[in-house]
T-cell receptor
Framework: QKEVEQDPGPLSVPEGAIVSLNCTYS??????FMWYRQYSRKGPELLMY????GNKEDGRFTAQVDKSSKYISLFIRDSQPSDSATYLC????????????FGTGTRLKVLA | GAGVSQSPSNKVTEKGKDVELRCDPI?????LYWYRQSLGQGLEFLIY????????KSGLPSDRFSAERTGGSVSTLTIQRTQQEDSAVYLC??????????FGPGTRLTVL
């Protein structure tokens, strides 16, 4: 079993839809949770970063972490065709470790 | 300022040849990571450099892979006697704070 599981998709939604992307993990030591967006033939770029449990909102994006369920989510409101990309979750354990563990990424396509 | 740059952007080589991939991190970033991204496999950690400390090479898949970082800045990933299974996108990231890694655009390696 992988430490981080993420549905690879692809996920196709109409423009304006609310998108929900998710990851589950098995290592309870993870404390920092990130979402990266990766456009085709580009490197990943950091979208959101959350420490421990809770919600964080940034514009149309909301990141949620539920440590009790070992489950994280990224919600995209009013999705746009420009949101079409691969979304990768990443986690690390905080002090004492520097390795990120990445999910495989979910490919999202927002249809105009 | 300038982001992380990588060269070449694409590399096609024949099986058995050696290749060198270059990464120029963001100026002042002390940490540098190399990852390999294969289709459907997510980002696979290869090696980590932090300042003048000994690198963490635990992710290198075989002794055909090596990396160095000169003067705490530019890094080179070398793959000797390339095999077809080495075909992937090789990503470099640098960071100052552990909660954010900045990625380069990657080098797409194809081994024929």
């Amino acid at each position: 079993q992988k430490e981080v599981e993420q549905d690879p998709g692809p996920l196709s939604v109409p423009e304006g839809a609310i998108v929900s992307l998710n990851c589950t993990y098995s290592n309870s030591a993870f404390q920092y949770f990130m979402w990266y967006r990766q456009y085709s033939r580009k490197g990943p770029e950091l979208l959101m970063y959350t420490y421990s449990s809770g919600n964080k909102e940034d514009g149309r994006f909301t990141a949620q972490v539920d440590k009790s369920s070992k489950y994280i989510s990224l919600f995209i409101r009013d999705s746009q065709p420009s949101d079409s990309a691969t979304y990768l979750c990443a986690m690390w354990g905080g002090s004492g470790t520097y390795k990120y563990i990445f999910g495989t990424g979910t490919r999202l396509k927002v249809l105009a | 300022g300038a982001g992380v740059s990588q060269s070449p952007s694409n590399k096609v080589t024949e099986k058995g040849k050696d290749v060198e991939l270059r990464c120029d991190p963001i100026s002042g970033h002390t940490a540098l990571y190399w990852y390999r991204q294969s289709l459907g496999q997510g980002l696979e950690f290869l090696i980590y450099f932090q300042g003048n400390s000994a690198p963490d090479k635990s992710g290198l898949p075989s002794d055909r892979f090596s990396a160095e970082r000169t003067g705490g800045s530019v890094s080179t990933l070398t793959i000797q006697r390339t095999q077809q299974e080495d075909s992937a996108v090789y990503l470099c990231a640098s960071s100052l704070a552990l909660n954010e890694q900045f990625f380069g655009p990657g080098t797409r390696l194809t081994v024929l």
